[in-house]
């Protein structure tokens, strides 16, 4: 089965499109793990974001990220 965390952040004013360029680098090393779809680079992105954020986890019935 698939496992989801569903994240949202909130950003500061005009650095949206700073942060999801930061945020959707991939990382081999979690590929290599059986990851379908991951981000990273919280780090990076920590000064466009304002502290504000949500998380979902959940198991996930069907994935259309599966081959």
Do not use: W
């Not at 945020?23 to 680079?41: A, D, I, K």
């Amino acid at each position: 089965m698939t496992f989801a965390n569903a994240v949202t952040l909130e950003t500061h004013p005009g650095q949206r499109d700073e942060d999801v360029v930061v945020l959707s680098h991939r990382n081999s090393q979690l590929e290599g793990t059986g990851c379908l779809l991951y981000q990273v680079g919280v780090t990076e992105a920590r000064p466009l974001v304002t502290g504000r954020i949500n998380s979902e986890k959940f198991d996930v019935a069907g994935s259309p990220l599966r081959d």
